[in-house]
Antibody, heavy 117, light 110 residues
Framework: QVQLQESGPGLVKPSETLSLTCTVS????????WSWIRQPPGKGLEWIAY???????NYNPSLKSRVTISVDTSKNQFSLKLRSVTAADTAVYYC???????????WGQGRLVSVSS | QSVLTQPPSVSAAPGQKVTISCSGS????????VSWYQQLPGTAPKILIY???KRSSGIPDRFSGSKSDTSATLDITGLQTGDEAGYYC???????????FGGGTKLTVL
């Protein structure tokens, strides 16, 4: 059974960089696509970006200038960096396995990241 | 404002049926695969339906999906209190080049 687990700081100061890592277990990261999705408190889902094992990436244009997604196949992990954060970036951040442009079939439990001084 | 439009809330009594709509456009629902996700309170979303009408593994046949042109529908029959959750539709948007989701529908089982 594939499992995903997000890790990283739960509190980030405004203007700094949010960094999260997703560790994949029960399956290899060297197949499928891997996405980050976020959900502000009480609001809906927003897709951030995807990556595959070969480093092929796609970003949400609304966040593209501030986001970098990367993959480390040796550790079965992929990561998210979001620069210059503001309070509007406060959200639960989920990592998910994506069947390319088809569906998200496995999700992490989510990591609440608050942006506050 | 979400690209896909869902009603904010629906409600029905236990044992009844509820329908949740998801309206989009030719660049998302009209040409790409629709999936539905259930989000129980305090948990991550879980895949219910994919390719508009296929149930994910372990999902009971009380849940069904359909698609017509640029709209999709999730039907839930024989409602149970455990079905109280948020429900989201999603699809790839070929014009925007992003995944888009509906704003979510909160189901209350009265």
């Amino acid at each position: 059974q594939v499992q995903l687990q997000e890790s990283g700081p739960g509190l980030v100061k405004p203007s700094e960089t949010l960094s999260l890592t997703c560790t994949v277990s029960g399956g290899s990261i060297s197949s499928f696509y891997w996405s980050w999705i976020r959900q502000p408190p009480g609001k809906g889902l927003e897709w951030i970006a995807y990556i595959n094992y070969g480093g092929n990436t796609n970003y949400n244009p609304s966040l593209k200038s501030r986001v970098t997604i990367s993959v480390d196949t040796s550790k079965n992990q992929f990561s998210l960096k979001l620069r210059s954060v503001t309070a509007a970036d406060t959200a639960v951040y989920y990592c998910a396995r994506e069947q390319w442009r088809f569906l998200f079939d496995y999700w992490g439990q989510g990591r609440l990241v608050s942006v506050s001084s | 404002q979400s690209v896909l439009t869902q009603p904010p809330s629906v409600s029905a009594a236990p044992g009844q049926k509820v329908t949740i709509s998801c309206s989009g456009s030719s660049s998302n629902i009209g040409t790409n695969y629709v999936s539905w996700y259930q989000q129980l309170p305090g948990t991550a979303p879980k895949i219910l339906i994919y390719d508009s009408n296929k149930r994910s593994s372990g999902i009971p046949d009380r849940f069904s999906g359909s698609k017509s042109d640029t709209s999709a529908t999730l039907d839930i029959t024989g409602l149970q209190t455990g079905d109280e959750a948020g429900y989201y539709c999603g699809a790839w948007d070929s014009r925007l080049n992003v995944w888009v989701f509906g704003g979510g529908t909160k189901l209350t089982v009265l």
